[in-house]
């Protein structure tokens, strides 16, 4: 089963099989020790996310921020640097995240090989449910506005950044993939070159996913629905909901949020296996690429926009027809299918290409026109 099938299953309120999620976490290839690599500062720090306080979830409002600084950062004192902003995927934070792209050896890699020195900051965005989808919501907290104001605020007053739009880069994969399509969108007055890996959740329907027969699917979302009616409170949806069937309370709580409906303060896209048309109405308006069309002129602000995807991932199907609708509207950008499944390539991809394309698209110097 394709990850694209998975989340199309979840966003209709259709329980998955624990096992399913499995088929989703393939190896994910380490490109070799460049010899000669200078290393790279790490740096674990707290950023205090003032859009997140009073999330109705309880989640975390001090978040987990890992900072890399170039090699030489602790040297050249005067030297300011531009900064990329690196986003993690569902079920994983920033910490699993530096697993999956290798870093900070692919950060040193990039370095060796020509790209350009910058600071590269990957921020938690975990929540109770393994994901915050990047979004604004009463119930998750405004991950958007953590990322493009909380985190740049901070990043930019505490360390030597090149802080203006020019020199600061916004990559992400697969739920990173999704926030950095959605955060990208809106705030093109915070960053000025995008780079989108393999994003999940471009369209309601989840994109290249097959279709379950009705009368399962129907089956399949009572029974989802009764897990979710006996939960006492968020903290017990892990146990309740493993795999990715907690998928549907981390788009309900990001998308479809309920101040009004304690315990968990969302609303679900289906009821008695019926989809209920207003909640799937808003689940529709969160996707990219229904709203894409609303930001074109934003948009078309990049100095440059990058996007990727495996070959053998089902979420291709999407990317493609947002790279077309880019291209429909004589936005610039780069597309490419790659060789790889889901996150076969991610370690890869980020060293001998992210970071490249940030070299070369981002402002480098102190005072950038």
């Not at 304690?262 to 229904?290: C, F, H, R, S, W």
């Not at 948009?299 to 495996?310: C, E, H, P, R």
């Not at 291209?327 to 490419?336: K, L, R």
Request: aromatic share 8%.
């Amino acid at each position: 089963m394709r990850i694209a099938k998975l989340f199309c299953a979840v966003m209709l309120g259709i329980a998955v099989a624990p096992g399913a999620m499995l088929l989703a976490q393939v190896q994910t290839i380490v490109p070799p020790i460049i010899p000669g690599a200078k290393p790279v500062a790490e740096q674990h720090i707290k950023v205090h996310g003032a859009s997140l306080e009073g999330n109705l979830e309880g989640d975390a409002v001090d978040r987990d921020v890992i900072v890399f600084l170039p090699p030489s950062y602790e040297k050249d004192q005067h030297r300011r640097y531009p900064v990329v902003y690196a986003l993690h995927g569902f079920f994983i934070g920033a910490a699993q995240w530096t697993g999956e792209i290798h870093v900070p050896q692919t950060i040193e890699g990039a370095f060796a090989q020509g790209a350009k020195e910058m600071i590269v900051v990957l921020p938690d965005a975990k929540t109770i449910y393994n994901g915050s989808m990047y979004s604004s919501s009463v119930t998750t907290g405004d991950f958007e506005e953590f990322v493009a104001h909380d985190v740049v605020a901070y990043v930019d007053a505490h360390y030597r950044t090149i802080p203006n739009r020019e020199s600061r880069g916004l990559v992400g994969h697969s739920m990173g993939g999704y926030g950095a399509s959605r955060i990208g969108m809106r705030h093109p007055d915070v960053f000025g070159s995008l780079y989108i890996m393999s994003p999940c959740c471009l369209s309601p329907m989840g994109g290249g996913g097959g279709p379950v027969p009705a009368d399962r699917m129907k089956e399949m979302a009572i029974e989802n629905e009764k897990k979710i009616a006996a939960l006492k409170s968020p903290a017990d949806a892990p146990a309740a909901l493993p795999g990715f069937g907690i998928a549907q309370l981390a788009t309900a709580a990001a998308w479809a949020p309920d101040p009004k409906n304690p315990p968990l303060y969302l609303d679900l896209p289906t009821k008695d296996g019926v989809p209920v048309p207003e909640i799937q109405a808003k689940m529709a308006a969160n996707a990219p690429l229904a709203f894409v069309d609303q930001y074109i002129g934003n948009l078309k602000q990049y100095k440059a926009i990058s996007m990727d995807v495996g070959d053998q991932d089902g979420l291709r199907v999407d990317a493609g027809k947002l790279h077309d609708i880019l291209d429909h509207y004589g936005i610039v950008n780069s597309f490419e299918i790659y060789s790889g499944t889901h996150t076969s390539a991610v370690a890869d991809r980020f060293q001998n290409h992210v970071l490249p394309f940030f070299s070369k698209n981002l402002c480098f110097q102190a005072s950038c026109p």
